[in-house]
């Protein structure tokens, strides 16, 4: 069992960054594929950012390319994600997900068997 905690969203303007932050706890947490998504009000959950249990090979959403980073912690079995120039279509629940799968279905949210309980993140233009 993996549990995940995520914190750091909130109201910004457009323009603006926040730091988003996924605790992973729990056994062999650091061994899992770490990812982001989102989900704004009416729409399905979409992809945001992935990387590997060892930070290698970060992906990320068209949408946002140039503009986040995921970055991930070892030895503190964090996963961060660095959002700049944000834009008011960015606001959405983020969720942190856990996955076992092969790293090339990273982009799935089926894929993921473990999640957090999302953080708020709003973006005023």
């Known amino acids: 069992q993996v549990q995940l905690i995520e914190s750091g969203g909130g109201l910004v303007q457009a323009g603006g960054s926040l730091r988003l932050s996924c605790a992973a706890s729990?056994?062999?947490?650091?061994?899992?594929?770490m990812g982001w998504f989102r989900q704004a009000p009416g729409k399905e959950r979409e992809f945001v950012a992935a990387?590997?249990?060892?930070?290698?090979?970060?992906q990320y959403a068209d949408s946002v390319k140039g503009r986040f980073t995921i970055s991930r912690d070892g030895a503190k079995n964090m996963v961060y994600l660095q959002m700049s120039s944000l834009r008011p279509e960015d606001t959405a629940v983020y969720y942190c997900g856990g996955s076992r799968n092969p790293f090339y279905r990273y982009d799935s949210p089926t894929s993921y068997t473990y999640w957090g309980q999302g953080t708020q993140v709003t973006v005023s233009s």
């Open positions: 990387v590997t249990s060892s930070g290698a090979l970060p």
């Open positions: 729990g056994r062999a947490a650091g061994s899992y594929t």
